[in-house]
C-alpha cells in the first residue's frame, strides 16, 4: 500500500473523480509515496509569486515523478480546445505547468543550480476517470492519458508514463537522492513543541486573563480604603501599578510601595513615566527619609527586629515631627509587613486620601500571622490564578491553604511540570547543568527567560563556590548575557516571576524549605515551565 499524503480524502469538500482516484492510489505498492492535492508556490521569469495546486503528486524511489492532473465529469476535445462539462479547460498545459514548478521546487529545496539538469525522471499525466476508453488523443495527450477503466491500474500506467520518460541531457552526471526528495516533499517538523513557539500565544492568554481581573477594580473607583486579597497568578500587581497610574494622571501624589526591593526595580519601572509616582521597597523608602547611614544599614542588614521594628519606629518618630502624607499610598504583597510597618504606613495616607493594600496569606513568609489595619470593608478576594499555566497550577494548589483557588478557564495547558531526586551534591549540580542546556538549546528560551530559585545563596547549594555551572555562568543580579543565569533565593523573588523557573535543593530536610508556604510561593513564580530538583 502507497503512503498517502494526507491519509484520507474528504468526500464533503474534494470532488468525487478525485476521490475515486485516491482510493484506488492507495492500492499502489509501498515503494510510492502520493501526495493529494499538493500546494506550492514558484515565481516566474519576472520574479513574480504565484501560486499552485496539483491533484495527485506521486513519487517513486526507482522510477521518478508523476504529476496527475484528474478532470471529472464529462470530458470533450474540439478544433484544439478541450471541455469539462461544456466549460473550456486546458488540462495539459496546467499538467506541464505543474511538472515545472516542481522541477523548480525540488531544484531549490535540494540546493542544486537551476542551470543544472535533475538528475531524475518528472513527467505529467492527466486522468478522466468518467470517461471510457480511447483510441485516439491529440498529439499532447498520447500516452499521458488514463480513463475510468484505466483507473484500477494506475500502478501500470504511472510505471509506463515515466519508463517512455527521457531524462535531461545530462541528467544522468547528477542523480538525485530518492530519500531527499521524499524529504523535501514532505518536511516533517513539530512546531509548537518547543517552549519558546508557544510562548507569544501563551503570553496573550496570561495577558488578556490579567486585564479581566483589573476590570474589577474599575468597579470598585467608590472605595478610597480597600484591602485586596489575591491569590498567587491572579494579578495583584499589575492591579497595584494600574490604580496607581490612575490616580497619578488624576493628579494625585501616589505612594507604591512593597517589602521585596526586587520587586520595587519592577514597579518604578512600570510607573516611571509618572513623576507623580514613588515606587519603593519600604525600608529603602524609611532609610532615604530619616537619612540613615550605609553602614547602620549595612549593621542591622542580618537582624530581623532592625528591619521589623527599629527602622519602622525610627520613621515614626520622624513623621512626628515632619509633615509627610500622599494623596494615595498602595502596598504591594502587603502580608510581608509587620503591625509596627502598618502603624508607619498608614501615617503616610492623608486625611481624604486613597489606601489599598494587595496581599496573599498563602505567601505570609515572614509574620507568625497577617498583621494588616483594620478597614471599613471585608477585603475583596480574588481567588482565579491567570499567571500560571494548568499544570504549574495542579502542582502548587495543593500547597495552598485556600480552598477556593482556581484557575481561570482558558488558561494554557502549557509544559509538564519536571521533578528530579539526587541525594549526591556533585550529581544535583550536573542535573542542573543539563536542564539549563535543555531549556536554552531544545526549548530555545533565553537566559534572562531563566530563574533559578534555592532557599539560601549559592555557595551554600549545589552551586558551591565554582559559578560555572557546565557552560553557564550563575549571577547574583539579573542578567541578559547569554551564558549568564539569575540565581536568587525565593524569599527574594517573591512578587517576581519568570518564563522558566528552576527550584534548586529542594529538601524537607531544610528549615528554608520547611514552612508550610515556601513551595507554594516558590512554585508559583513560573508562567510557563517550571523544573523542582529535590535533594
Known amino acids: 500500500m502507497a503512503t498517502m499524503i494526507p491519509a484520507i480524502c474528504d468526500g464533503k469538500v474534494r470532488p468525487q473523480s478525485e476521490v475515486m482516484v485516491f482510493q484506488a492510489l492507495k492500492s499502489l505498492d509501498n515503494n510510492w509515496t502520493v501526495f493529494h492535492s499538493f500546494d506550492y508556490v514558484s515565481r516566474d521569469l519576472n520574479k513574480t509569486r504565484w501560486e499552485g495546486e496539483i491533484d495527485f503528486l506521486l513519487h517513486h524511489s526507482r522510477h521518478g515523478l508523476l504529476v496527475l492532473e484528474v478532470k471529472g465529469g464529462q470530458i470533450s476535445y474540439h478544433d484544439g480546445v478541450w471541455y469539462q462539462d461544456g466549460r473550456k479547460i486546458d488540462p495539459f498545459a496546467q499538467a506541464r505547468k505543474n511538472k515545472y514548478a516542481v522541477i523548480s521546487l525540488l531544484s531549490r529545496l535540494l540546493g542544486i543550480s ?14 478522466f476517470p468518467a470517461c471510457g476508453s480511447n483510441k485516439f488523443w491529440p498529439a499532447e495527450a498520447e500516452g499521458l492519458v ?11 500506467f504511472a510505471v509506463k508514463v515515466l519508463a517512455e520518460t527521457h531524462l535531461p541531457q545530462g541528467a544522468e552526471l547528477f542523480p538525485v537522492d530518492s530519500g531527499k526528495v521524499n524529504q523535501a516533499l514532505r518536511p516533517y517538523f513539530d512546531y509548537g513543541t518547543h517552549l519558546f513557539e508557544r510562548l507569544s500565544v501563551e503570553e496573550k492568554q496570561i495577558f488578556t486573563y490579567t486585564q479581566m481581573q483589573c476590570a474589577i477594580l474599575d468597579a470598585l473607583d467608590n472605595f478610597t480604603h480597600l484591602q485586596i486579597q489575591g491569590c498567587a497568578g491572579s494579578g495583584k500587581t499589575v492591579m497595584a501599578v494600574k490604580k496607581a497610574i490612575q490616580l497619578a494622571e488624576q493628579g494625585k501624589q501616589v505612594l507604591l510601595l512593597c517589602y521585596n526591593q526586587l520587586l520595587a526595580e519592577h514597579l518604578k519601572k512600570a510607573t516611571e513615566q509618572y ?13 532615604e527619609k530619616i537619612g540613615t547611614s550605609a553602614n547602620e544599614a549595612a549593621e542591622g542588614l542580618d537582624r530581623q527586629e532592625f528591619w521589623q521594628d527599629e527602622l519602622p519606629q525610627k520613621l515614626h518618630d520622624y513623621l512626628e515631627c515632619v509633615r509627610l502624607s500622599y494623596d494615595a499610598v498602595i502596598v504591594d504583597e502587603g502580608q510581608d509587613f509587620s503591625a509596627t510597618v502598618w502603624i508607619v504606613i498608614e501615617k503616610l495616607v492623608s486625611r481624604d486620601g486613597h489606601f489599598y493594600i494587595f496581599f496573599d496569606p498563602d505567601q505570609n513568609l515572614y509574620q507568625d500571622e497577617l498583621a494588616l489595619p483594620k478597614l471599613a470593608y471585608p477585603p475583596v478576594a480574588l481567588n482565579k490564578n491567570c499567571r500560571n499555566t494548568r499544570k504549574i497550577f495542579a502542582a502548587l494548589k495543593p500547597y495552598s491553604a485556600n480552598p477556593k483557588l482556581e484557575i481561570v478557564d482558558g488558561a494554557p495547558d502549557g509544559a509538564e511540570v519536571l521533578e528530579y531526586i539526587e541525594p549526591d551534591p556533585e550529581l544535583r549540580r550536573k542535573k542542573l547543568s543539563e536542564i539549563l ?12 527567560d531563566i530563574v533559578i530559585l534555592g532557599g539560601h545563596s549559592p555557595e551554600k547549594s549545589c552551586i558551591g563556590d565554582d559559578m560555572e555551572v557546565g557552560r553557564h555562568r550563575i549571577v547574583i543580579h539579573p542578567s541578559t548575557a547569554p551564558n549568564e543565569i539569575y540565581y536568587c533565593t525565593y524569599m527574594k523573588f517573591k512578587g517576581c516571576e519568570a518564563k522558566a523557573v528552576i527550584l ?14 515556601a513551595l507554594y510561593t516558590a512554585m508559583s513564580r513560573a508562567r510557563h515551565m517550571l523544573v523542582i530538583v529535590r535533594k
Not at 275 to 287: K, L
Open 504 to 517: 534548586l535543593d529542594v529538601s524537607p530536610d531544610d528549615p528554608r524549605w520547611q514552612h508550610p508556604r
Open 146 to 156: 488514463a480513463t475510468g477503466p484505466d483507473v484500477p491500474y494506475l500502478n501500470e
Open 114 to 127: 537551476g542551470k543544472v539538469p535533475l538528475g531524475m525522471k518528472i513527467a505529467h499525466a492527466v486522468c
Open 275 to 287: 513623576p507623580g509616582i514613588t515606587a519603593m521597597a519600604f525600608f529603602d523608602f524609611a532609610i
Open 437 to 448: 542546556s535543555n531549556l536554552l538549546t531544545k526549548e530555545r528560551l533565553h537566559s534572562r
